[in-house]
Structures are given as structure tokens and as C-alpha cells.
């Protein structure tokens, strides 16, 4: 059996399980045809981020959900933060959409403002995910990890391994790199201060706390290299040399990693959260969208997608279908995901607006 952390067990589902998670009967699979028949005039835009995003929804969703169906799924990549677009879209009633990919936080706000469709999440599929990882709006297809990656030529044997040691210019002499937002930062200056990590955002849902966070950051600020913002520009960083450890997302450090930079990651005091599928509310092709986001919850395809993607699975019983090798470097992959602790989403609805603009005006000072 194979379980996140102290979630449930779970068990290998097989293809035609599959079908039926997907609103597809086991007919499918006996006349494609005339299946194909009903839907071959389909088609569906699933938004995305982009990058990796984009290509690995392409090869382990896209074009399974059209052979199977008929359907035509097309790609196209979203704004860093969607939720004024999905907004548009649902008073406007004009729909560039039908199928939209959220961080947790974007879809638990989104839902709470009936901004988006329901999905039935009692299918075989779903049923393999934690409960922490799907709601009645939205299903995680991935996992993703802010961690501490170093290189791995310039430490040798004794690297950087907690945050403390990102902050200890001293004995880990190197370039540096922390986000340049008002989240993902702020815990890592409370962890480098010695907040435990279980109590990260309990310091931090006071003035005291946020005082806390920017005098842990004054005594970095001077090493810190390089402010990143996107993604992919940490996966730049990385790539390029041009830092020697940095905070990062893990799925953009492995990207590089796969491209020959001599980095590794220290799961030590990192911290998860998950991104999945919504449909926007009032989408003319909700029920087809339905089908699509059911489809994506499958242990194989979310396997699929780890190829591409190097983000842990929500399906547990992804595991079965991953190399050993890869599995090893996955956010949910047991031996990672025991160190983690998971981003406080209700903490950030309330404080994300104002600690956007504190870690503004702290920068400016610099």
C-alpha cells in the first residue's frame, strides 16, 4: 500500500476503472466509435501556466482524453493569477475557457465566490485522492514543493540544509536567490529565525510576527543575489550558474536539474501546496469538462505527467506507474513528503493582500 503521509491507503484501479472515473462506460472501450461518434465534433481549451505545464498536460491528458473520446483538447497558457479572467468570464458569459488549472488557494477562493462549476468527485479516480486535495470544485493534479537546491560541486559533502543555513553566510559562503513576494519568503525568514515549522503561521498572524519576518530578512538582504519572480526564472538561475542556492520551486529546480545543472534539493523544512483542474461557472460544456477533469485524477495519467513535470502526483497510486529514480525526487514520494508541511491557505486569504505590499515597501528601502 502506498499512502501520503498518514492519508489513506489506496489501491490500483484498472483502465476500465479509469473510463468510468471519467463518465466513460466500459462500451467505450467495446464500439470507440460510435463513442467517438457523439463527440468527435468536441472540443475543449483547458488553461494552463505554461512551460512544463502545457506539455506535460499535453502528452499525459490531452491526447489520451482524444483518443479515447474524440475530443479535441487544446492548450492554451493563463496569467500568473487567473481569478480576474475567471471573473470576466462568468459575468461576461463569454468563455476563452472551459477548463482552467488553479493553485489551491485560487480555486478554494473562486469556489467560495461561485465562480466555478461543481465536479462529482465520487468516481473510482477521485476516490484515490486524499480529501485534502480535492473539494467540490476543484481536483489537484499536482503537488508542488518550495525547498532549499544547492550546488551540489560547490558543498560537496557538507551542503546547506535548512534555512538557518541558507541564512549562514559564514559556513555557506555563495550566491544567493529568495523569491521577491509577499509569500513563500516569509516563511522561509521565520524557519531561518528558528520558528518551528508547525508554528510558522501562528508567529506570523500578528504585526509582531510580520516585524519578526523583515528583521530575519535585514540580515540577509545584503547576500541575497538575485530577487526572482517567476518560475521559470528560478529554473534560469539555476540552469545558468549564476546563483549557488536558492529558494525555489522544486519542479522548476529538477527542470533544470534534467538540463544538466549540477544542483540537488534539501527537503528539510520545506513547504507543499497543489495546483488542479476547475471548470468556470456557467461553461456551456461543463458536463464534457467534467469528463476531462475526472479523467485527470487517474493514477496512470498523473504517472504520465511526472515524465514532464516533475511534481509530485495527487493520486498516491501514481507510485505503482513511476521509476523508482524519478519517484525519488517527487514532492509526494514518502521519504520527501514526511519533512514537508503545507502552505496555510485560509492564513494567506487573509493576509496575502498586506503582506504583498510590507514585502514591497521593504524592498524599495534596499
Do not use: C
Amino acid at each position: 500500500m502506498i499512502t501520503f503521509g498518514r492519508r489513506n491507503s489506496i489501491n490500483r484501479r484498472t483502465a476500465i476503472r479509469t473510463a468510468a472515473g471519467a463518465g466513460i462506460g466500459a462500451a467505450a472501450f467495446a464500439t470507440p466509435a460510435i463513442w467517438r461518434g457523439a463527440l468527435g465534433a468536441e472540443r475543449l481549451v483547458v488553461a494552463d501556466p505554461g512551460g512544463p505545464y502545457s506539455t506535460g498536460f499535453l502528452e499525459a491528458f490531452h491526447k489520451p482524453f482524444a483518443q479515447l473520446t474524440g475530443v479535441e483538447v487544446v492548450s492554451v497558457a493563463r496569467s500568473a493569477a487567473p481569478t480576474a479572467q475567471v471573473k470576466a468570464m462568468t459575468e461576461t458569459k463569454t468563455y476563452q475557457w472551459d477548463v482552467v488549472y488553479l493553485a489551491f488557494a485560487e480555486g478554494d477562493l473562486l469556489g467560495s465566490l461561485g465562480l466555478l462549476d461543481t465536479i462529482d468527485t465520487g468516481g473510482a479516480d477521485y476516490s484515490e485522492i486524499p480529501d485534502s486535495l480535492k473539494t467540490k470544485y476543484y481536483s489537484a493534479t499536482d503537488v508542488f514543493a518550495t525547498n532549499l537546491a544547492y550546488n551540489r560541486d560547490k558543498y560537496k559533502g557538507n551542503p546547506p540544509r535548512t534555512w538557518a543555513d541558507f541564512w549562514n553566510v559564514e559556513k555557506f559562503p555563495g550566491r544567493r536567490s529568495l523569491r521577491k513576494r509577499g509569500y513563500d519568503t516569509p516563511e522561509v525568514a521565520l524557519m531561518a529565525d528558528g520558528v518551528p515549522p508547525k508554528d510558522v503561521y501562528k508567529v506570523m498572524d500578528s504585526q509582531a510576527g510580520w516585524d519578526r519576518v523583515f528583521k530575519s530578512l535585514d540580515r540577509l538582504r545584503k547576500h541575497v543575489n538575485v530577487w526572482w519572480d517567476q518560475g521559470s526564472q528560478a529554473s534560469q538561475l539555476i540552469k545558468s550558474g549564476e546563483v549557488d542556492m536558492i529558494a525555489s520551486y522544486a519542479v522548476r529546480t529538477m527542470a533544470a536539474i534534467d538540463d544538466g545543472a549540477p544542483f540537488e534539493m534539501a527537503w528539510d523544512q520545506g513547504f507543499y501546496d497543489h495546483g488542479g483542474v476547475a471548470i468556470v461557472k456557467g461553461n456551456p460544456k461543463a458536463d464534457l469538462a467534467r469528463k476531462y477533469v475526472a479523467f485527470t485524477a487517474n493514477a496512470e495519467r498523473q504517472a504520465a505527467l511526472t515524465k514532464i513535470l516533475k511534481a509530485g502526483p495527487s493520486n498516491p497510486g501514481a507510485y505503482k506507474h513511476i521509476d523508482p529514480a524519478l519517484a525519488k525526487v517527487l514532492p509526494t514520494y514518502p521519504e520527501n513528503f514526511k519533512h514537508l508541511f503545507q502552505v496555510d491557505t485560509p492564513f494567506w486569504a487573509k493576509w496575502k493582500a498586506k503582506s504583498t505590499e510590507m514585502m514591497n515597501e521593504w524592498l524599495l528601502k534596499g
